[in-house]
């Protein structure tokens, strides 16, 4: 059986990439952190993201979706993830549960269950077979809370997994460093 053996040129050119992408990282970090101190003295008072608001982010994944700015961020962060579909199934369940049109739910609802829901769906989240089961035949008469329990599932999946990252992400530790620069001025 051959072994694989890898080149010492190999070893340093992926050396190399690494040490690249942490720049990078550490590049962008800093980026973000002038853009937001340009961004706030440029915006008026009233469009302004207060420090408050982003300590505020760390309290709870329901203080963050509540923030405009906070479900920003956050949708950024899970897009450079890739995970980013997740927060779009809760943002369209939230829309979806608004619609007053029994047409226009039950064509949202089957738009939906492709998407997000059947097995092998361009966007599938993560949800037990119970539940995808449950909504398969739910979407055949939709309601408004046809997609509860996946919202459910999701909202916690993200709760455990996805916001403490965030929390941890280089993009809202930037956000804190500029908020706390803020506050000491």
């Known amino acids: 059986m051959p072994i694989s053996v890898t080149s010492p040129s190999r070893e340093l050119h992926s050396h190399n990439m690494d040490m690249d992408d942490k720049r990078r990282n550490q590049t962008r970090g800093s980026d973000l952190k002038s853009r937001l101190q340009r961004r706030s003295s440029q915006t008026p008072n009233t469009e302004r993201l207060s420090p408050e608001e982003i300590i505020l982010w760390s309290q709870s994944l329901e203080r963050l979706l509540a923030s405009k700015y906070g479900m920003t961020t956050f949708q950024a962060f899970l897009k450079s993830e890739f995970s980013d579909e997740n927060i779009e199934f809760w943002l369209i369940c939230q829309d979806y549960k608004k619609i007053k ?55 916690r999946l993200m709760e455990k997994d996805s916001y403490p990252r965030f929390l941890r992400s280089n993009i809202y530790r930037t956000l804190l460093d500029s908020a706390s620069d803020y506050i000491k001025v």
């Open 101 to 155: 049109s029994s047409f226009r739910l039950s064509s949202r609802a089957k738009k939906i269950y492709k998407t997000y829901i059947e097995a092998e769906a361009p966007k599938e989240i993560n949800i037990d077979h119970k539940t995808r089961d449950l909504i398969r035949r739910n979407v055949k008469t939709p309601t408004t809370v046809c997609f509860d329990e996946a919202q459910r599932i999701v909202y």
